[in-house]
């Protein structure tokens, strides 16, 4: 696993990449907001922060892919900027959204902090894709994550701009069984749809 770490003391943002030795062997690296710290700072809405990330993660000719992973608790204005760094730098594709501080429409109370994931940040993931999709102008692939536990809820995904969806919880609790089944469901659905393939359905409903 290959972390890559932003910090911000007194201003000054250090950028650091712990077990760089693997990143030839990763598929891709994301760079991850991790919620709460880089919401607070809003490194990643600093091109230069995310120019030092991509060439710490990159020290090689030979780079995976890189891309960069989103909050929904994210200011639009600092999407909208993190959107235009990612496009200007020729990044791969944006992970859209990681996990959510907010508590809206939770019926338990809990003083602990820390992301949430799951069903209740299917709605919050789905409308940060659609922003996303605005933003870069179909420039860059949407990988669309948060609440995925059925091939509607994928289809939503897709439908609001994602190319591809990632699943956490869901597999959790219905377990890797849960692929197969969003995969069959999809093509149900795209065949009530008319449609020919999931890249016609990407943003329809952006």
């Known amino acids: 696993v290959t972390l890559i770490t932003v910090q911000n003391t007194r201003g000054v943002t250090r950028v650091e990449v712990l077990a760089p ?9 994301v760079i991850s907001d991790i919620p709460p710290h880089a919401a607070k700072i809003g490194a990643l809405g600093n091109r230069a922060v995310v120019e030092a990330i991509a060439s710490v993660a990159m020290p090689t000719n030979h780079r995976p892919p890189i891309l960069i992973k989103l909050a929904p608790d994210l200011a639009a204005s ?12 020729g990044l791969a594709g944006i ?5 959510t501080l907010s508590r ?19 709605m919050r993931a789905r409308a940060l894709i659609r922003e996303i999709y605005h ?27 994602a190319s ?4 956490y919880t869901g597999m959790v609790y ?11 469901g999809l093509l149900r659905l795209l065949r009530r749809d008319g449609r020919r393939s999931i890249s016609e359905a990407v943003g329809c409903e952006a």
């Open 95 to 99: 992970v859209a959204g990681n996990t």
């Open 174 to 184: 219905q377990g890797p069984g849960l692929v197969r089944a969003i995969k069959a």
């Open 164 to 167: 591809l969806v990632e699943l």
């Open 135 to 161: 933003c870069t102008e179909r420039r860059l692939p949407i990988i669309g994550v948060g609440g995925i536990a059925s091939a509607e809820d994928a289809y939503g995904h897709i439908k609001a701009g």
């Open 21 to 29: 030795d693997l990143i030839l062997e990763q598929i891709h690296a």
């Open 78 to 89: 600092m999407v909208a900027a993190i959107c235009e760094t990612a496009s200007a730098l």
């Open 104 to 122: 809206e429409g939770i019926p338990v109370a809990a003083a602990m902090e820390g992301g949430l994931s799951g069903q209740p940040l299917k």
